[in-house]
């Protein structure tokens, strides 16, 4: 239980820092850090544990974004959108990652880029989607049973009980039999196959339970905007952006995503702010360098730079008990 702790200590700053800092900008920001904490994860589930890169993450977002989008114009509750969306989602990665998974490295990723664009050019053809305008939401009166609220703390609440979840999650699998085929699996797949690891089997186990929460991450996303349209959701650079926050974070690592979230809605948020429109892009310019830097004196990322402090902080209190 011990493990926990640190999850339930991050939660509180997230609550200390939107009650302090209760406007509207400032809640924004720590609206998406925690979208992108849940995505990273969820991305890291099968690229940082199971060592297969995926850069079409952005379509398992993207589903629960459109499932919303559509419940709502058709007047459906949006509790049932969020199971709708997972429910693709799952249905999606386990359809992706039967065949893909037959595929090692970078072949991978290049399907899985694949598919993500196929989906992407599927919604922007489709009348029923929207098509590349997007899906403009109704505005509802502001209540949980209709996921809008006049105001964006119920917003940052909601992201932030999905973030625990997904911490706590990650935690528990992390120590579960899965956890551990899945590392062994990516330390080398033909050598845990040969004492019984399927390694197909768990890679897609990791890739689906992802996958779902990209999906609740989506919906939740969709609420809080209420527009969707593929540039936002569906694009290859909102996948791209996911794998980055992982690797900058640290991948196959418990907080590695949500560090490299902190840095990229930082960056994206508020330094392009600062810099205005004739700045747009540098933001990224500087997040490129991070990750050129990250990469090339601290491989395991942020989490990885962090963790020896963790270590002798453990180590001197067995020393004083």
């Not at 994860?41 to 459109?66: E, K, P, R």
């Not at 119920?154 to 590392?183: C, H, K, M, N, W």
């Amino acid at each position: 239980m011990r493990r926990y702790l640190p999850v339930g200590a991050a939660a509180l700053v997230v609550v200390v820092l939107a009650l302090v800092f209760a406007n509207p900008v400032a809640l924004d920001v720590l609206f998406f850090m925690l979208i992108y904490a849940v995505l990273g994860q969820g991305w890291n589930w099968i690229s940082g544990y199971g060592g297969q890169v995926s850069f079409g993450h952005a379509l398992f977002f993207g589903c629960g974004a459109y499932a919303s989008a559509v419940f709502a114009l058709h007047s459906l509750s949006p509790w049932l959108a969020l199971v709708a969306g997972v429910a693709v989602a799952l249905v999606l990665a386990v359809g992706i990652g039967l065949p893909c998974f037959t595929l090692r490295k970078h072949y991978f990723s290049i399907a899985t880029i694949a598919v993500a664009a196929i989906g992407e050019i599927v919604v922007r053809n489709t009348d029923f989607l929207g098509g590349s305008s997007g899906i403009e939401m109704p505005i509802e009166p502001s209540s949980l049973a209709n996921l809008q609220f006049s105001y964006k703390l119920p917003y940052v609440a909601l992201a932030l009980l999905l973030f625990v979840a997904v911490q706590a999650a990650t935690l528990y699998f992390e120590d579960s039999r899965i956890g551990y085929y899945l590392r062994a699996i990516r330390a080398n797949q033909d050598a845990a196959a040969s004492v019984g690891i399927d390694g197909r089997r768990w890679k897609l186990v990791a890739f689906a339970g992802g996958a779902c929460f990209c999906a609740l991450a989506g919906s939740l996303y969709a609420q809080s905007t209420l527009f969707v349209d593929p540039e936002s959701v569906l694009s290859l650079g909102i996948s791209i952006a996911i794998a980055l926050v992982g690797v900058v974070g640290g991948v196959g690592s418990v907080w590695g995503p949500a560090l490299g979230a902190v840095i990229y809605i930082f960056l994206s948020k508020y330094v392009a702010a600062l810099l205005g429109g004739s700045g747009r892009g540098i933001d990224l310019i500087i997040y490129g360098g991070l990750i050129v830097l990250v990469a090339a004196v601290r491989p395991g990322g942020l989490a990885g730079a962090l963790a020896p402090l963790f270590r002798k902080r453990k180590l001197a209190r067995r020393k004083l008990a």
